[in-house]
């Protein structure tokens, strides 16, 4: 309920009392005020009350259409993904997980995707950047509902879920292993497995051990000692791989949130019950987040995501290498021979849209980064893409004050947020969890 | 001590005023959508005066999100269909600092003027603006095409 400021109610005594306003103490309206009229006052109080009582509806029409367009009933189904013939294949999404925990899908025997994509944290790790065989240089991203993502990585520099995945197990600083080496290693492992879902592996005989684009100066010279068509047979178990963790990933969706049984009930015009009922700092924050405050400019959608790039003025961390975002990933992704238009692309090049028109030289991809998902984002700071706020409080003052960015022109413009107003917004991103 | 109908009548006065006040700022709130509505119309003319251009998606709707294949028509102002155009594309969102999320291009001719867009894509909703560089064997012009998502 609210209250009426207490000076309010001696100046409106006193506007209605003659012999009152003739009085020019407060102190004797204040006299007058606990000896006055208890039911008159009372009165006027419940007829505040009534009038306070008389507002708006909660929301807009176009505010309910937003909401509903966030919850995760909007989700459509995932699309089959024709690039990878065995995305939706049981067999390959099995073979997947058993490749996503295998340590042994490193260089040291010590790294698995799971190192960082820890299952029990939502596939986060809780740090800054994460540690693979050394300390990489961004965030490492969750992976719910990983599998609507156009672009991976936080650059984009990847167009498939499947490509995305072969690129830890070669970079030096996550698994750091070598092409030659984990197409062997599944032969001898796997091979039975592999070849019930990918067809026959080719003979290894005559492979080096140890080879690969990407690797160290000796593996390098080994892969380009290789013929033509014993690289091509490795990228293919080695693609093979990649679509095999894809199918894995793309089982690891979104879980319903406190948010979502509130949107449903809103939408079906109902009374939230038990944990759907959202305080009024909860309502004041979704009202922010997609009104005044513009937050689902971008995290739009039930995934809280455009997937798309954006320069928001996040700052550099001081001892990591330079880092312009997309607009040095452009022609990382043109380059991967595991991209959609690349020769280990199952199906045809109708699917190759994003690639096919892709931004590649406009001066707002510098310093651009994929809009994340805010779904469970409570559980899983530090945020941006390289850990660099501690707190969704930190977020969301980076966001109001909307600093320049070191490089590049930020797309967030500053706004005017009152402690109360952030609080809100904070509370409401916490109703992003189940 | 003031009667009790003083409270009474002062009650009714305070409540009159508060609905006049509520009115009032209901009344002069500025509405939600932008106060320059921008103009949507699926044919326009460009700007000076070459061609009219009708651009409309292939399947009918615009979709957040999706990449969607448009159909350009091209009609001399005289109403004949432009043959042998080259068309440039480029836009964003005039509110927002930010250009289009794709690279749309003319990949198709599809006869009688029709030129097919594909790449098209809005990765929000709002209002987006494309603007259509067309190269004609009469001379080049550009038409600019609203779209509120």
Redesign the interface.
């Known amino acids: 309920m609210r209250r009426f400021p207490a000076q309010f109610q001696e100046k409106c005594v006193t506007v209605f009392r003659s012999e009152l306003r003739k009085n020019k103490s407060l102190e004797r309206f204040r006299v007058s005020v606990k000896n006055g009229n208890a039911p008159g006052i009372a009165l006027i109080l419940l007829l505040a009350v009534l009038v306070a009582g008389c507002e708006r509806p909660q929301f807009s029409e176009a505010e309910k259409r937003t909401i509903a367009s966030l919850a995760l009933n909007a989700l459509p189904p995932l699309k089959p993904d024709t690039t990878n013939r065995y995305a939706d294949d049981p067999g390959a999404a099995a073979l997947g997980a058993t490749l996503f925990f295998d340590f042994t899908l490193s260089r040291n025997g010590t790294v698995a995707c799971s190192t960082c994509h820890q299952i029990g944290q939502q596939f986060q790790d809780g740090l800054p950047q994460g540690v693979g065989v050394a300390r990489t240089n961004r965030r490492t991203q969750p992976l719910a509902g990983v599998a609507y993502s156009p672009w991976l990585f936080w650059d984009g520099r990847r167009d498939s879920l499947w490509a995305q995945a072969l690129v830890p197990l070669e970079n030096p600083l996550e698994q750091a292993g070598n092409r030659t080496a984990y197409a062997r290693y599944v032969k001898a492992r796997f091979g039975e497995r592999y070849e019930r879902i990918f067809g026959p592996l080719p003979d290894f005989s005559n492979v080096p051990a140890n080879a690969g684009p990407l690797g160290s100066a000796t593996e390098q010279s080994a892969w380009n000692g290789m013929s033509g068509a014993q690289h091509d047979d490795i990228n293919r178990v080695f693609a093979n791989i990649g679509k095999a963790l894809a199918a894995f990933q793309r089982s690891i969706n979104p879980k319903e949130a406190r948010f979502d049984r509130f949107a449903a009930v809103l939408a079906a015009g109902g009374e939230p019950q038990d944990d759907a009922v959202f305080s009024p700092e909860e309502i004041q924050g979704l009202k922010l987040f997609i009104g005044k405050a513009s937050c689902s400019t971008c995290h739009n959608g039930p995934l809280f995501t455009d997937h798309a790039f954006h320069n928001t003025g996040v700052p550099p961390v001081a001892d990591l290498p330079p880092d312009r975002g997309r607009v040095d990933a452009v022609a990382q992704v043109d380059a991967d021979p595991f991209n959609c238009l690349g020769a280990y692309r199952d199906g045809g090049p109708e699917a190759c849209g994003e690639l096919k028109f892709m931004v590649r030289d406009k001066p707002e991809l510098i310093r651009a980064y994929k809009t994340p998902s805010l779904r469970a984002v409570a559980g899983r700071p530090p945020y941006m893409h390289a850990g660099q706020f501690g707190s969704l409080e930190e977020v969301v003052a980076h966001y109001a004050k909307a600093p320049s960015s070191v490089e590049g022109v930020s797309e967030v413009h500053p706004l005017r947020l009152s402690e109360r107003e952030r609080a809100a917004l904070v509370a409401f991103l916490k109703t992003l969890s189940p | ?2 009667p ?1 109908w ?10 009159a005023v ?2 006049g006040v ?1 009115a009032v700022v209901y009344m002069t709130a500025p509405s ?1 959508p932008p106060a320059a509505a921008p103009e949507t119309g699926q044919t326009r003319g460009s700007e000076k005066g070459m061609f009219v251009a009708t651009f409309v998606p292939q399947d009918g709707t615009a979709k ?2 999706e ?1 969607q294949d448009w159909v350009l028509t091209l009609k001399t102002a005289a109403g004949k269909p432009v043959e042998n155009a080259t068309i440039e594309v480029s836009g964003g969102m005039p509110q ?10 003319m990949t198709d001719y599809l006869g009688d003027g029709r030129y097919r867009i ?2 098209v ?1 809005f ?4 209002w987006w603006q494309l603007k259509l560089g067309i190269s004609a064997p009469t001379g080049s012009d550009t038409v600019v095409f609203n779209i509120v998502l």
Request: overall charge positive.
């Open positions: 001590m003031a009790f003083r409270y009474l009548i002062a009650g009714i006065g305070l409540v508060v609905l509520l939600t957040q999100n990449l927002h600092a930010h250009g289009l999320p794709t690279s749309p291009k594909s790449g894509k990765s929000m909703s709002g």
